[in-house]
């Protein structure tokens, strides 16, 4: 049986790189380090590291055995965090992680629902992109995240699940009088010579490569992280913007908006719980108010622009 003492000074190894580093962390020798390494490598009849002059690095069984080490870790944690709640009297919490604009359009009705039935649970919304999000529910700090990837759904750490809501198509919005006004679809080939406002760094990699396939570089007026103040400047004239349907500003004064066509960049949004969370009751709700409220939203731009 693998001892999981020896998984965390594997995880440790392969955190710091080296058997010092970790010896330091742990508070060990280097020697007791390379022992219990020596004794994990032992037990699984492999090799879980490689030695080099540059460090240490695990081997493909070592990263399988810090993966597990990972889920182990997590799993703790999360029952560490359900032993607290149920040793807390009468206190029923829950904490949802969210990106900035499924925050602003998808959960506020969510909420409203869940908290109208339940308005006895304590609840905690954290802002995060997507990434930190599977961080922490993973660890057990959130309960369930609402989250996106682009192109499809994203890969969950092992012990997590994604539930997808809903495709989450691009769209272009422009200022009102763009040569393009009264188009309801246009194409990134169709937009070269434009200047862009970037709502989010990772829309701007991803227009960047579009853009290469259609034959044009991008010209960038301003690289921003938030979508209401990309779409602010494409009011104002600076440029226009590739933005996703779920971020698409409730203010439409001023501008006009064309569903891209393919090729180009979707978003697929969802919800990620760990996979043993998903049978409790408040997790299972507020998926369940998610999912009805993205069936009642309505398609394309929310006024018409």
Do not use: K
């Not at 693998?2 to 020697?31: K, M, W, Y």
């Not at 597990?68 to 009468?90: C, F, H, M, N, Q």
């Amino acid at each position: 049986m693998i001892d999981p003492r020896r998984l965390q000074v594997l995880t440790e190894v392969a955190r710091q790189g080296s058997f010092n580093r970790a010896a330091a962390e742990l508070r060990l020798t280097p020697s007791a380090v390379s022992q219990q390494i020596s004794a994990l490598e032992r037990t699984v009849g492999t090799p879980v590291v490689r030695r080099s002059t540059r460090g240490v690095e695990l081997t493909d069984a070592g990263r399988v055995l810090a993966e597990t080490a990972a889920t182990i870790a997590a799993e703790l944690a999360i029952a560490e965090r359900e032993i607290a709640r149920l040793a807390t009297i009468g206190a029923e919490r829950l904490t949802v992680a969210t990106f900035t604009s499924g925050g602003q359009r998808i959960l506020p009705h969510a909420l409203t629902r869940f908290t109208t039935a339940r308005p006895e649970v304590e609840l905690t919304v954290i802002e995060s992109e997507p990434e930190e999000s599977l961080a922490l529910v993973r660890s057990g700090a959130a309960d369930i995240a609402l989250v996106y990837h682009f192109d499809g759904p994203p890969v969950v750490p092992s012990g997590l699940d994604f539930t997808p809501l809903q495709d989450d198509p691009m769209w272009i919005v422009m200022p009102a009088g763009h040569r393009h006004s009264g188009r309801t679809e246009v194409a990134i080939a169709e937009l070269a010579g434009e200047r862009w406002v970037q709502g989010c760094l990772s829309v701007g990699d991803m227009l960047e490569h579009y853009a290469a396939m259609a034959g044009y570089e991008v010209i960038t007026a301003c690289r921003g992280t938030d979508y209401q103040f990309a779409q602010s400047l494409v009011r104002a004239g600076v440029g226009i913007a590739m933005i996703p349907e779920v971020a698409l500003t409730t203010d439409a004064s001023g501008l006009t908006a064309a569903r891209l066509t393919p090729p180009g960049p979707c978003r697929y949004v969802g919800v990620v719980a760990a996979r043993r969370r998903r049978i409790d009751p408040l997790v299972a709700a507020m998926l369940g108010e998610l999912r009805d409220t993205v069936a009642a939203l309505p398609a394309g731009p929310l006024t018409t622009v």
